[in-house]
């Protein structure tokens, strides 16, 4: 897999042209004067590739909510975690 993470203007310009000004969220237009981020389709933290196909334009609106959602996502199984190493509950049944 190819472990680059940033991308060209040219490569840039070929996600824009297979999916247009479009947030691939929701499909909306995304207006010209309006910011957007290159996001993976599947996460590169999940195995996703980096390839232009697994690249589409997210809107700033649900790019910032994704970024919202991880965030609380990962604090609160590190919270879980974190929390396991004290509480060990006692066995049930003993085998």
Same mark, same amino acid.
């Given at each position: 897999?190819?472990? #680059?993470?940033? +991308?060209? &203007?040219?490569?840039?310009? /070929?996600?824009?042209?297979?999916? *247009?000004?479009?947030?691939?969220?929701?499909?909306?237009?995304?207006? #010209?004067?309006? +910011?957007? &981020?290159?996001?993976?389709? /599947?996460?590169?933290?999940?195995? *996703?590739?980096?390839?232009?196909?697994?690249?589409?334009?997210?809107? #700033?609106?649900?790019?910032?909510?994704?970024?919202?959602?991880?965030?609380l996502?990962?604090?609160?199984?590190l919270?879980?975690?974190?929390?396991?190493?004290?509480f060990?509950?006692?066995?049930?049944?003993?085998?």
């Amino acid at each position: 897999m190819n472990e #680059k993470r940033q +991308l060209s &203007e040219a490569e840039k310009q /070929k996600i824009l042209a297979q999916h *247009g000004r479009r947030c691939f969220v929701d499909g909306e237009p995304i207006p #010209k004067d309006e +910011l957007f &981020e290159f996001h993976h389709i /599947k996460p590169y933290s999940s195995g *996703g590739p980096t390839s232009l196909n697994n690249i589409a334009p997210v809107c #700033k609106r649900h790019h910032c909510k994704w970024q919202v959602e991880m965030h609380l996502a990962r604090k609160t199984i590190l919270h879980l975690l974190e929390r396991k190493k004290w509480f060990n509950p006692p066995l049930l049944f003993e085998f």
